[in-house]
C-alpha cells in the first residue's frame, strides 16, 4: 500500500481560515473530503499534534502529511483494444468502444476498460478507479478522460461537479421529433427492476438539452448535451417521451417504417445496442488552465445504420 508523504508551511496569509480549508489551498492535488479523513486519522499533523478539520490556523504552522492510499487498485492489467485521441502528462482521452464494460464488477472482473487501462498505464493502480472520472454505458461508444495523477484527478472531479465538463453526444430515436429543447427531469433507480432508472419526482436533477439534426420517416437523428451526469440519462430522458433510442434493449423496442427498403430494415434488427455517441468532449487542463476539445467520427456501426436511413429516403421517394 503506497504511503504519501509531504511537508509544507501554511502560508500567513491564510490566517483566519480553518484547516480544512488552508489545506485544499495547499494541497489541491487532493479533495477536501480526502484531506478532511487524513486530518481526522492523524495522518496530517500541524506542529506535530493532532488538530480538528475546524480548528482556525495563524500562518506559519508546519504541517507534515503521512496518509496510506486505501484505494490502491488490484485489478489485473490487460490488453484492451481502445483508441487514445489525446494524451499528456496530466491526462489521457480514450475513444471507448461499444461492448467494452468501464469498471470491473459482478460476473466482469476481467476484459473492461479499467483492465486495459491499467494495462497501459500502470501507474494508474495509484489513482481511485484507475484515473476515470466518469463513465459510459457498455454499448455507448466514445470519448472518456481520465486522469493520470491526482492533481488531475481532484480537478477533473470539481469541474464535473461544477457541470464545467462539456460532453456531446450522436443519437438516434425513435419517432420524428419536431424540434430541439430540454428536458428537465429527475431521475432514480427502478425500485424494483434494479438495472434500470426512471424518471421520478423523488430522483435526482438530469438536465437534457437536443437539437434535431436530421429527420426519417420513423426516426430523428439528434445532437445532445448533458447538463448532468445520471446514470442512462439520454435513454431514460428520450424513453419518456416515448422516443426511446434505436436498438436499446432496456429502455426501447424496435420500430421499422413501413415498406421502408431492406437494407434499413437489415440494419435496424442488427443494430442490437442503443444509438448513442459520445462524440465530442471538453474540459478545461487541469495544470495549464487551456481549454481541451477533443471530437471523433461516429462508430462505424453507427454510421452504417444512418447512411440506411438516409438512403431510405430516397427510397421512398423513387
Known amino acids: ?187 432514480r433507480r427502478h425500485p424494483v427492476h434494479r438495472i434500470k432508472m426512471i424518471v421520478r419526482d423523488d430522483g435526482k436533477e438530469a438536465i437534457t438539452h437536443y437539437k434535431v439534426l436530421q429527420r426519417f420517416r420513423a426516426h430523428t437523428h439528434i445532437k445532445v448535451n448533458l447538463e448532468t451526469g445520471r446514470t442512462h440519462q439520454i435513454r431514460v430522458h428520450f424513453a419518456s417521451r416515448r422516443h426511446a433510442l434505436v436498438g436499446d434493449p432496456v429502455y426501447g423496442r424496435m420500430i421499422i417504417p413501413a415498406s421502408c427498403s431492406k437494407v434499413l430494415e437489415d440494419q435496424i434488427r442488427s443494430f442490437r445496442r442503443q444509438a448513442l455517441c459520445a462524440s465530442k468532449l471538453e474540459l478545461i487542463h487541469p495544470s495549464s488552465g487551456e481549454k481541451i476539445s477533443v471530437e471523433v467520427d461516429l462508430a462505424s456501426d453507427y454510421n452504417d445504420l444512418l447512411g440506411a436511413m438516409e438512403e431510405d429516403l430516397s427510397y421512398k421517394d423513387a
Open 1 to 187: 500500500m503506497p504511503t504519501y508523504i509531504q511537508e509544507k508551511v501554511i502560508p500567513d496569509d491564510m490566517a483566519g481560515h480553518r484547516l480544512d480549508q488552508a489545506l485544499a489551498k495547499i494541497f489541491p492535488e487532493f479533495s477536501r473530503s480526502r484531506l478532511k479523513n487524513w486530518i481526522l486519522d492523524g495522518s496530517i499533523l500541524v506542529k506535530g499534534e493532532s488538530w480538528k478539520p475546524r480548528d482556525l490556523v495563524n500562518g506559519g504552522e508546519s504541517i507534515s502529511i503521512q496518509a496510506k492510499h486505501h484505494d490502491k487498485l488490484i485489478n489485473e492489467p490487460e490488453r484492451i483494444d481502445f483508441k487514445v485521441e489525446y494524451e499528456d502528462k496530466e491526462i489521457v482521452v480514450i475513444n471507448k468502444p461499444a461492448n467494452l464494460v468501464v469498471h470491473p464488477g459482478a460476473g466482469n472482473s476481467k476484459g473492461t476498460l479499467m483492465n486495459g487501462l491499467l494495462y497501459q498505464w500502470p501507474e494508474l493502480s495509484e489513482l481511485p478507479r484507475a484515473g476515470i472520472v466518469h463513465r459510459l454505458d457498455k454499448d455507448t461508444s466514445g470519448l472518456m478522460v481520465i486522469a493520470k495523477n491526482l492533481k488531475a484527478h481532484n480537478s477533473l472531479v470539481k469541474q464535473l461537479s461544477a457541470r464545467e465538463v462539456s460532453r456531446e453526444y450522436n443519437a438516434i430515436c425513435n419517432g420524428v421529433l419536431t424540434g430541439g429543447g430540454t428536458i428537465n427531469k429527475p431521475i
